[in-house]
Nanobody, 124 residues
Framework: QVQLVESGGGLVQAGDSLRLSCAAS????????MGWFRQAPGKEREFVGA????????SYAESVKGRFTISRDNAKNTFYLQMNSLSPEDTAIYYC?????????????????WGQGTQVTVSS
């Protein structure tokens, strides 16, 4: 069974940086597009960013452009979300997801597998 395991969440202060990782197993990682989504309390799960199977295409939500960067290491079956200049509005559970089509999709329904999430809390 495919597994996606997020790590790197925690409690930080506004302006700090954090890097999330998502380790994938039991899938051919370099064939999948990978995405990050987040869900704040009482809100819908929303798109954060994504990267295509080979890393040549990325897409980001407007709210994180210029602050967040997605990358992947296909040799390690891992992809990352570097988050800089964090604000309290970034507080959420962050989920990674895998898309068999391999694109950097912004659409939640296009993702086939999901991790359990990691909590990111940004204090003011």
């Amino acid at each position: 069974q495919v597994q996606l395991v997020e790590s790197g969440g925690g409690l930080v202060q506004a302006g700090d940086s954090l890097r999330l990782s998502c380790a994938a197993s039991r899938l051919t990682f370099n064939q999948y597009g990978m995405g990050w989504f987040r869900q704040a309390p009482g809100k819908e799960r929303e798109f954060v960013g994504a990267i295509s199977w080979g890393g040549s295409r990325t897409s980001y939500a407007e709210s994180v452009k210029g602050r967040f960067t997605i990358s992947r290491d296909n040799a390690k079956n891992t992809f990352y979300l570097q988050m800089n200049s964090l604000s309290p509005e970034d507080t959420a559970i962050y989920y990674c997801a895998a898309d068999l089509w391999g694109s950097a999709s912004v659409f939640r329904h296009e993702y086939d597998y999901w991790g359990q999430g990691t909590q990111v809390t940004v204090s003011s």
